[in-house]
C-alpha cells in the first residue's frame, strides 16, 4: 500500500519509498498508505511525507509508536484519530490513524482528485498549484481557487469528485489572482471564517495586510456595487479599506485588513457602561451606513413575497415550532406597516459577530458580504445575536442611531423580528443539528421576548432602558 500512488521511477518517490518502507514494517498491518503532496510532486519546503493508517486499537498502536520516541520532535495527538510527527533523514513525517478505512479518508480521497485534475490540466496547471503553495496556500485552497470551486475549501473537492474527465475539462481553471501580483504579496494563508461562500485568503506583504476575496464572475455586477459603495463609507467609518476590484474568470476584490479582535468575544470583558458607549458608536456608523440611497422600487411589495415564500418554506420543511400559528398570523395580518417604507444601502448582516474591537478601542465594521437595498430598519431582523450578547450595547446601538427611538420602529422591526422565527429554522436545515438548534433555541428566545407577539416593544428593551436610566443618562 505504502507504494499506491508512488512512481518508483522517480528517484524522489524511490528514496521517500525506502526511507518509509523501512520504517513501517513494523505497522504494515495498517496498510499504511502516502497521500498528500509527495506523491503528486507539489512538496514545497516545509511539506509533511503524510501516512494515513487504518487501526482500530489506539491503544497498542499508541504503544507501538514508542519505536519512534528517540525521532526528533517526536509528539503523538490523541483526538479521534491518532497524530503521530517526528522527524527522519531530514523529512518531516505525519501519521495519521483512524478506525476508518483507509480508502474512505479525506486526505485519500484528496489526492486522487487532485492526481486526476494534475494529469488532466497538465503542467502549467501544476506550476500555478506551486506558486500559490510556496506563497503559504494548503493544497485543498490552491485547487479550489485555480478552479473556482467555492465554500470550505476541504469539502468543495468532493463536489467534483465523480466528475468524468469531460466534465473536468469543461470545468476549465484560471488563476486569476494574478491580477494582484503588482501588490508583492510574500505569504498567503487560505481564511475560513464566516458563512460565506467566497474563498478568502489573507495576503501580507512586508508593511501591510490584505484580504483577498474570489467569488464567481456572475457575482460580479452585485460585488461591484458594494465594492464601491464601500469606497465612499470608508472614508467616514472603520471598514476594511476597498483597494481592487478584478472581474475576469472570476472575480477578485482585495481590501486592506482592518486589524482588531472579535468584538462579540471581547464585550464581555467591558462594564456595561462601556459596552453601550460602543454600541452608541455602532449606531452611529449604522446611520453612515445608511445615508446611501439606494435605487428606488416598492418594498412592500418586495417584502411581503418574501413573508409569504418564507412562511411557504418553513411548513414544509418538516420542522414545527410551538405557537407557530401565532407568528404567522402575526406576520399577515401586520406586515402592512412595511408600506412606503425608504430604501437605503444595507450592510446585510449588521450584528456584533460582524464588528471589530480595533487597538484603539473603537468599533470596526466588517463582512458586507451580503449587502443589499432595502429599509433600513430590516437591519434589526437579527437583533437577536446583538441583545443576546450585550443588551447594553444594543440599546446604545439605537440610541447612537435615533435622536430619539420612534414608536413605530417598534412594530417595523418586530414584522421583521417574526419573520426571522421562521427563516431560521429551514435556512439552517443543511447545515446540520447543531445550527438547527441553535435557530430553535433564537425562535423561542424571540417568541418570549415579545410576550408571543402580543407586544411589539421586547422586553430585554424596557429591562436595559430601566437600568441604563438609573446612570442618569439621556435615554
Not at 430553535?440 to 415579545?450: C, F, H, M, R, V
Amino acid at each position: 500500500m505504502i507504494e499506491q500512488f508512488l512512481n518508483l521511477n522517480n528517484e524522489l518517490h524511490k528514496e521517500i519509498y525506502h526511507l518509509i518502507d523501512e520504517i513501517m514494517k513494523p505497522f504494515d498491518k495498517y496498510q499504511p498508505t502516502i497521500v498528500g503532496t509527495y506523491p503528486i510532486d507539489i512538496q514545497v519546503q516545509g511539506s509533511d511525507i503524510d501516512i494515513i493508517l487504518m487501526v482500530k486499537n489506539y491503544e497498542d498502536y499508541i504503544k507501538e509508536l514508542s519505536l519512534f520516541s528517540h525521532e526528533t520532535n517526536f509528539t503523538v495527538e490523541l483526538q479521534d484519530v491518532v497524530i503521530c510527527r517526528f522527524e527522519k533523514n531530514g523529512y518531516k513525517i505525519e501519521l495519521y490513524a483512524s478506525h476508518e478505512p483507509i480508502n474512505t479518508l479525506n486526505s485519500y480521497r484528496h489526492l486522487e482528485v487532485e492526481k486526476r485534475v494534475l494529469d488532466l490540466f497538465g503542467k502549467s496547471f501544476k506550476e500555478e498549484v506551486l506558486t500559490l503553495k510556496r506563497k503559504g496556500l494548503k493544497t485543498e485552497p490552491a485547487f479550489c481557487v485555480l478552479l473556482g470551486l467555492y465554500g470550505n475549501a476541504y469539502k468543495a473537492l468532493f463536489e467534483i469528485e465523480d466528475m468524468t474527465d469531460q466534465e473536468l475539462l469543461d470545468l476549465g481553471w484560471s488563476n486569476d489572482l494574478k491580477l494582484i501580483e503588482s501588490y508583492d504579496l510574500m505569504t498567503m494563508s487560505y481564511f475560513q471564517k464566516g458563512w460565506s461562500e467566497d474563498i478568502k485568503v489573507i495576503g501580507r506583504t512586508a508593511q501591510k495586510t490584505y484580504l483577498i476575496r474570489q467569488t464567481p464572475k456572475r457575482h460580479a455586477a452585485r460585488k461591484r456595487q458594494t465594492f464601491e459603495k464601500m469606497r465612499f463609507i470608508s472614508d467616514e467609518v472603520k471598514i476594511s479599506k476597498p483597494v481592487l476590484f478584478s472581474s475576469n474568470h472570476h472575480t477578485i476584490e482585495l481590501y486592506e485588513w482592518l486589524e482588531g479582535d472579535d468584538l462579540e468575544t471581547q464585550i464581555e470583558k467591558l462594564t456595561a457602561k462601556e459596552q453601550y458607549d460602543l454600541g452608541i458608536e455602532a449606531g452611529q456608523i449604522q446611520k453612515h451606513i445608511h445615508r446611501h440611497e439606494g435605487n428606488n422600487f416598492d418594498w412592500y411589495d418586495k417584502y411581503s413575497k418574501k413573508i409569504y415564500r418564507i412562511i411557504d418554506a418553513y411548513q414544509n420543511c418538516g420542522i414545527k415550532m410551538p405557537e407557530d400559528d401565532i407568528i404567522i398570523d402575526y406576520l399577515i395580518d401586520n406586515m402592512g406597516v412595511l408600506k412606503d417604507r425608504p430604501i437605503v444601502f444595507q450592510h446585510g448582516d449588521y450584528h456584533l459577530g460582524n464588528m471589530l474591537y480595533t487597538p484603539d478601542g473603537h468599533v470596526g465594521i466588517i463582512d458586507f458580504n451580503r449587502s443589499s437595498e432595502g429599509d433600513p430598519w430590516e437591519e434589526y431582523d437579527r437583533f437577536i445575536f446583538t441583545y443576546r450578547i450585550s443588551p447594553y450595547f444594543a440599546l446604545g446601538q439605537l440610541h447612537g442611531y435615533f435622536d430619539t427611538v420612534p414608536g413605530h420602529f417598534f412594530e417595523v422591526v418586530a414584522v421583521y423580528a417574526a419573520l426571522n422565527c421562521l427563516a431560521g429554522i429551514p435556512w439552517a436545515i443543511p447545515f446540520g443539528e447543531e445550527d438547527i438548534q441553535v435557530m430553535k433555541d433564537n425562535y423561542l428566545e424571540i417568541y418570549k421576548t415579545y410576550d408571543g407577539f402580543k407586544t411589539t416593544i421586547p422586553s430585554w428593551y424596557l429591562k436595559c432602558v430601566e437600568e441604563v436610566e438609573t446612570w442618569n443618562l439621556k435615554v
